[in-house]
């Protein structure tokens, strides 16, 4: 009962909300395992992003990875390359068809679960 009171004083609306329960799809630990709608989707991130930044490598990480994805969920995806701040704005102003979550570094960065967009 502790640990239930505790929540309930660290929430700000004083109430539990509802939680809308997680579709839980299989995680996905290499290219293979994504559905071939999902690889057409990611290659053609990929394809938009090199015709506009050139040859780069590329990742998918969050919740489609983690199997864990709704209907809404976005495409969670990082560029490892350094671009400039006008190549940003136009990278981020494409209609990719699907919500794509772009970042960009310049390193490979160490976030669990991500699988090399080829």
Do not use: A
């Not at 979550?101 to 160490?110: A, G, Q, V």
């Amino acid at each position: 009962m502790e640990k239930k009171r505790w929540s309930l004083l660290n929430n700000p609306f004083g109430f539990e909300l509802p939680k809308r329960p997680p579709i839980i799809h299989p995680i996905i630990n290499k290219w293979d395992d994504f559905s071939d709608e999902d690889k057409v989707i990611l290659s053609n991130i990929k394809r938009i992003i090199v015709d506009n930044i050139g040859d780069c490598r590329m990742s998918i990480f969050g919740s489609r990875v983690k199997g864990y994805w709704t209907e809404e969920s976005d495409y969670d995806v990082i560029v490892f390359k350094e671009i400039s701040d006008e190549q940003l704005k136009v990278i981020k102003s494409i209609n990719y068809g699907v919500r794509v979550d772009i970042s960009f570094h310049p390193n490979k960065p160490p976030i669990k679960l991500k699988i090399e967009i080829p």
